[in-house]
């Protein structure tokens, strides 16, 4: 189990932000942190990592990492970190960069096989691809044994079909070790398949907590199809207004009644009542 309640003032980039995390979540469960850029993600993160100090108390498994006496400093937290850039020394070879963390050969070897990593144990990280390096660094993380794991926006830097990939590789890991763990993450498809919650953050607070499917699904009524766009372009042909939008990697057009109200780079919901929609792959 672990429970978090802390506060900490942040200078964000409109001024002093209170940041208030205030959460808890069961061994095994897999939380993920969305929000805007600058609403406090990452510093709830280096919180619980001990990274940096906040206020108030974080207890795991009944175990207190801090309150207003004690302070646990970061390596005496079971954390492992995954960080965007990957953080790899650059030195070590990929078995190195594993054995730095903790002199485990047999869980590194787990770790090499289950991330299929064993023919490149050898290699140093500047031969490696970004996919690959994430994968290091996620072995890394795992060699500490942590009870929580952190994952700050670990795939952001990926092309989308190696994201799938790594997104498998997490969930392997987290079932296979039974972590509790968190993700930074800004793609709705990625916090639906990986995470059982959901927390949305918004200048350091949380403004929305629930299951994905409870906060993503944005069908509602009897709409059969649903999701939200980016309005790109807006252009009359015919007298028909036709909208261009984005969503996800996908640009689309449709047409639009009246587009009176809206402008390019307004965000829309896009649905349907029609349920015989063609799914071809
Ligand atoms: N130790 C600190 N003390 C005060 N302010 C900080 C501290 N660390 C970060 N900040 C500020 O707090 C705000 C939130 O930063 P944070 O990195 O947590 O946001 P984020 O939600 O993770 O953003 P992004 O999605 O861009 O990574 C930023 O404006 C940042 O400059």
């Not at 995954?82 to 070590?92: I, K, S």
Request: glycine share 8%.
């Amino acid at each position: 189990m672990l429970e978090v309640d802390i506060k900490k003032p942040l200078f964000g980039v409109n001024g002093l932000i209170n940041l208030e995390a205030n959460f808890s979540l069961k061994k095994g469960e897999f939380l993920a942190l969305a929000g805007v850029s600058g609403s406090g993600k990452t510093t709830i993160l280096r919180c619980l990592a001990g990274l940096e100090k906040s206020k108030g108390t974080i207890k795991v498994g009944g175990k207190i990492w801090q309150d207003e006496r004690n302070f646990l400093p970061p390596q005496k937290r079971k954390i492992g970190f995954v960080f965007q850039d990957y953080a790899l020394f650059e030195n070590l070879t990929v078995e190195k960069n594993l054995l730095f963390a903790n002199k485990n050969y047999a869980l590194c070897d787990k770790l090499l096989e289950l991330l299929d990593l064993g023919e490149l144990k050898k290699r140093y990280p500047t031969n490696l691809s970004g996919g690959q390096k994430q994968r290091v660094a996620l072995g890394r993380a795992m060699m500490r044994e942590p009870e929580i794991l952190l994952l700050d926006e670990p795939l952001s830097a990926l092309d989308p079909n190696l994201r799938i990939k790594l997104q498998d590789e997490i969930l392997k890991i987290h079932k296979e070790f039974g972590t509790t763990s968190i993700i930074v993450s800004h793609s709705p498809s990625e916090i639906y398949k990986l995470a059982t919650h959901m927390i949305e953050i918004e200048n350091g607070k949380i403004i929305k907590s629930g299951s994905p499917k409870e906060l993503l699904l944005k069908t509602s009524g009897s709409q059969k199809f649903s999701f939200s766009a980016t309005v790109v372009e807006l252009k009359e042909v015919d007298n028909i207004c036709i909208a261009t939008i984005s969503f996800g990697h996908q640009i689309t057009q449709v047409i639009v009644s009246d587009a009176r109200n809206l402008k390019v780079g307004d965000t829309v919901n896009v649905s349907t009542k029609a349920f015989n929609l063609l799914i071809n792959s």
